[in-house]
């Protein structure tokens, strides 16, 4: 029956103009774009971008394995040291953050994809000093802080990092199109991992008496998580992609289960249904969905002066659905609130320091664009 629905469903969006179906909330509002767009400069293939506090400059990741440490209006900086990565599909250079202490101890994050025998594959955590001098800059002391278990494929890496307000380092490990695994607190695939800043275990993590990978989950039953921050009360939110639909927004709680594969509001990629989360009320409800699919690729909870209307607000960056999506947050509950059309696939959203929202296109020569107010 849920199918038929969905397809009478789908049938009235081609209808009306193509407007969203299946959600559990109201569409996305439509209208012109209150922000006003500039092109800043353009790379190969980014995958993430960090400020460097006090500065307009950031630190940004190109997937084939370049680092760059940008500033406004100069050529960007080759930052050396980087490690080795396996390039290749969805696989290679990642997320770059900066520890909370950064100004103090100059620490930063980074994430990669690294091979491993016979054909197999796993993401990387590390930590290193960043070191600049004049217009050269290097990672010195390279340090993994995490490594995941590796498999065949090049599938849902996923390896976005965060850092809490109390300092902890939470890190989302995707179930490398592996299903089951999701489900299995021996494996860290279809995981949000939670360590110390130096990559040991928190002794209070829900499963550290099972010692091994377990004792490093904070939760489970995920897909492929892209999106991964905290708001300004301290809860953890993330994003992931669902199969064929069914793309998420969850609020991430100690210990829970989020039910992938045994359900999700998408299907099988081969036309197989999945049933969904209302029919296993033990697993954790997405707090927002969308289907079709909008391909969510990052995420920001924004806490700047320049929109304050939007202070609080979660912005995400849709691959296929191409386009900046904003999800109004109020306490533990989310709904959709804007979609503006952005005529690009969106891998990055980034907030700078002076409150405006930056944003990374995905693919070769992609650009760096930066949003502020439309008339300011």
């Known amino acids: 029956m849920r199918r038929l629905a969905l397809t009478l469903l789908l049938l009235t969006a081609c209808n009306s103009g193509g407007a969203e179906v299946a ?3 109201e569409a996305p509002a439509g209208g012109g774009r209150p922000f006003q767009v500039q092109a800043l400069g353009t790379f190969d293939e980014p995958w ?3 400020f460097l506090p006090g500065t307009r400059q950031a630190l940004i990741t190109e997937k084939p394995g370049r680092l760059l440490l940008w500033s406004e209006g100069a050529q960007p900086i080759v930052v050396q040291g980087v490690p080795p990565v396996d390039y290749g599909g969805q696989l290679g250079l990642g997320d770059i953050v900066l520890h909370p202490g950064f100004q103090r101890n100059r620490l930063v994050y980074l994430s990669w994809s690294e091979p ?3 054909d197999t594959r796993g993401p990387v955590v590390g930590r290193a000093r960043l070191v600049v001098e004049g217009r050269s800059a290097h990672l010195a002391g390279l340090q993994v802080v995490w490594r995941a278990q590796k498999v065949d494929g090049r599938y849902h890496h996923s390896h976005r990092i965060a850092f809490s307000p109390d300092g902890h380092l939470f890190i989302t490990s995707g179930e490398r199109m592996k299903f089951t695994p999701a489900q299995d607190l021996g494996t860290d695939l279809g995981k949000v991992i939670r360590l110390n800043d130096d990559g040991s275990v928190p002794k209070d993590n829900p499963f550290a008496s099972r010692g091994g990978v377990g004792a490093t ?10 999106g991964l921050a905290f708001d300004g009360e301290g809860r953890l939110w993330e994003n992931e992609m669902g199969p064929k639909g069914g793309d998420e927004v969850n609020l991430i709680e100690r210990g829970r289960n989020y039910g992938w594969p045994v359900v999700s509001n998408g299907d099988n990629y081969d036309g197989s249904p ?4 209302p029919t296993r009320p033990e697993f954790v409800q997405p707090k927002v969905w969308w289907n079709p699919s909008i391909s969510p690729s ?4 924004y806490s700047g002066s320049m929109f304050p209307a939007w202070r609080g607000s979660a912005f995400i960056g849709a691959l296929s659905g ?3 999506i904003r999800v109004a947050l109020n306490g533990t509950e989310a709904r959709k609130a804007d979609q503006w059309d952005m005529g690009q696939r969106i891998r990055e959203v980034e907030q700078g320091p002076d409150g405006a929202i930056y944003l990374l296109e995905d693919g070769k020569n992609a650009r760096l664009l930066r949003l502020t107010p439309a008339g300011r």
């Open 298 to 301: 990052s995420m920001i909870v």
């Open 116 to 118: 491993g025998p016979n």
């Open 23 to 25: 959600s559990n909330s």
């Open 48 to 50: 993430a971008m960090t």
């Open 217 to 226: 989950i904070w939760s489970y039953g995920h897909r492929n998580l892209l």
């Open 274 to 277: 999945i049933p969904d989360h």
């Open 322 to 324: 191409k386009a900046l």
